[in-house]
């Protein structure tokens, strides 16, 4: 069969969010079960004069309903061509009964960027229909369609769509629902990368934009609410860490304030191949199924490393850094469970003998976290780190196994 053609159409803007976060097992990806169109990922059309960065918050925050969204980086864009006699409309209509402007109107609406099949072409006018479909039957079965005359100028034969990792700033619930457009009720949920979800046609391709999820994350251990895994090379958990080391709140105890850390840092200094590479165990902490801040811990091996705690070689002694991310999970005794915790862990699976630990003199709320842990005041360390463009005294504290 042959269809009338359309050449030289403008392009519709369209984006899709990857709205991405650490999941205990590995990455994993939001995505919505549409009650007839099967699942899918938080897509849109940019609005006209909108950036398509704004786009992508716009319409992910519209579909998801969270509000804390933020956008991590632009994945690229790629272009599609409608197949032969098929188009999608540039904006909202009501099309004519007629190919004039004059014309009656349908009642229905055929929206901007709906697929429609054109049958006819007569000066500067389509006539097209569109038609709606319960993917989740197959063949997709008929529900209904609309068609009549549009003007060909608000006609699109190609779109460009760009695509971009999003992170939730706050924790949600696993799953939820969510009202869209025409009234339907979509289901949300996280989903893992690996294996990758079942998503409808042309979407399980978008996903080549992403990294091949890494191995199987390694979960050293889960107690009620919290767990601790092995940080992954992958996007999910870099971004998490960018944003908990580009808030300042963080920052005033980890780092300093002066040292924000963009993306590319964070891949840099934060990668788990060179931090095994120098004995070093980066994890990420999660509370509740959603991760919530980082923990290294590493063994104390030469002379040079005993000196920094201004300890003896005395062997068996390891060490650690850590920090809640999430600011409003401070104050509620979650870091003194964490280091309990994960020193039960490390003395039952490590030749650990001591465990010890540098917080800040004047972080008193890190310093009665670990003492409620079980965590000990060794002594003062004067001037022990550079921090925020100055020296700062530190409080070396031990936690020692139980012998027996």
């Given at each position: 069969?042959?269809?009338?053609?359309?050449?030289?159409?403008?392009?519709?803007?369209?984006?899709?969010?990857?709205?991405?976060?650490?999941?205990?097992?590995?990455?994993?990806?939001?995505?919505?079960?549409?009650?007839?169109?099967?699942?899918?990922?938080?897509?849109?059309?940019?609005?006209?004069?909108?950036?398509?960065?704004?786009?992508?918050?716009?319409?992910?925050?519209?579909?998801?309903?969270?509000?804390?969204?933020?956008?991590?980086?632009?994945?690229?864009?790629?272009t599609a061509r409608a197949l032969e006699g098929q188009a999608w409309l540039l904006r909202s209509?009501?099309?004519?009964?007629?190919?004039?402007?004059?014309?009656?109107?349908?009642?229905?609406?055929?929206?901007?960027?709906?697929?429609?099949?054109?049958?006819?072409?007569?000066?500067?006018?389509?006539?097209?229909?569109?038609?709606?479909?319960?993917?989740?039957?197959?063949?997709?079965?008929?529900?209904?369609?609309v068609s009549g005359w549009v003007p060909t100028a608000d006609l699109a034969t190609g779109q460009?769509?760009?695509?971009?990792?999003?992170?939730?700033?706050?924790?949600?619930?696993?799953?939820?629902?969510?009202?869209?457009?025409?009234?339907?009720?979509?289901?949300?949920?996280?989903?893992?990368?690996?294996?990758?979800?079942?998503?409808?046609?042309?979407?399980?391709?978008?996903?080549?934009?992403?990294?091949?999820p890494p191995a199987p994350a390694e979960v050293l251990f889960e107690q009620g609410d919290l767990?601790?895994?092995?940080?992954?090379?992958?996007?999910?958990?870099?971004?998490?860490?960018?944003?908990?080391?580009?808030?300042?709140?963080?920052?005033?105890?980890?780092?300093?304030?002066?040292?924000?850390?963009?993306?590319?840092?964070?891949?840099?200094?934060?990668?788990?191949?060179?931090?095994?590479?120098?004995?070093?165990?980066?994890?990420?902490?999660?509370?509740?199924?959603?991760?919530?801040?980082?923990?290294?811990?590493?063994?104390?091996?030469?002379?040079?490393?005993?000196?920094?705690?201004?300890?003896?070689?005395?062997?068996?002694?390891?060490?650690?850094?850590?920090?809640?991310?999430?600011?409003?999970?401070?104050?509620?005794?979650?870091?003194?469970?964490?280091?309990?915790?994960?020193?039960?862990?490390?003395?039952?699976?490590?030749?650990?003998?001591?465990?010890?630990?540098?917080?800040?003199?004047?972080?008193?709320?890190?310093?009665?976290?670990?003492?409620?842990?079980?965590?000990?005041?060794?002594?003062?360390?004067?001037?022990?780190?550079?921090?925020?463009?100055?020296?700062?005294?530190?409080?070396?504290?031990?936690?020692?196994?139980?012998?027996?």
């Open positions: 069969m042959t269809h009338p053609t359309l050449t030289h159409r403008p392009l519709l803007q369209k984006i899709t969010a990857f709205i991405l976060r650490p999941g205990l097992g590995g990455p994993q990806i939001l995505a919505f079960q549409h009650p007839s169109a099967g699942l899918q990922l938080p897509a849109g059309t940019v609005d006209p004069g909108e950036a398509p960065e704004a786009a992508a918050l716009r319409e992910a925050g519209e579909e998801t309903g969270l509000t804390r969204l933020r956008l991590v980086t632009d994945l690229g864009s790629e209509l009501r099309p004519l009964d007629q190919p004039h402007p004059r014309a009656a109107e349908a009642a229905q609406i055929i929206a901007r960027a709906w697929p429609v099949t054109i049958d006819d072409l007569q000066e500067g006018y389509a006539h097209v229909v569109y038609t709606e479909r319960d993917l989740n039957h197959t063949p997709p079965a008929f529900e209904w369609s460009l769509r760009h695509f971009y990792h999003l992170e939730a700033c706050a924790p949600t619930d696993p799953g939820w629902q969510q009202r869209g457009d025409r009234g339907h009720l979509f289901q949300f949920a996280w989903l893992p990368l690996d294996p990758p979800p079942a998503l409808i046609p042309p979407q399980d391709g978008w996903l080549r934009h992403l990294p091949a767990a601790l895994r092995e940080l992954q090379p992958h996007p999910a958990d870099y971004a998490a860490l960018q944003r908990w080391l580009s808030d300042p709140r963080v920052l005033e105890f980890y780092e300093g304030r002066d040292q924000a850390f963009d993306l590319a840092r964070v891949m840099r200094d934060f990668d788990p191949a060179a931090a095994a590479a120098e004995g070093e165990t980066p994890c990420l902490i999660f509370h509740k199924g959603w991760a919530a801040g980082y923990l290294q811990f590493y063994p104390l091996r030469s002379d040079a490393d005993y000196a920094e705690y201004g300890l003896p070689n005395t062997g068996g002694t390891w060490a650690m850094d850590l920090f809640l991310g999430q600011p409003e999970l401070w104050g509620r005794g979650l870091g003194t469970k964490l280091l309990t915790a994960f020193s039960a862990w490390l003395f039952a699976s490590t030749p650990a003998a001591a465990l010890v630990v540098d917080p800040h003199a004047d972080n008193a709320r890190a310093v009665r976290a670990y003492e409620k842990a079980g965590f000990r005041k060794v002594k003062l360390l004067p001037a022990h780190e550079l921090h925020e463009g100055k020296m700062v005294d530190c409080v070396l504290m031990e936690k020692e196994a139980v012998s027996g």
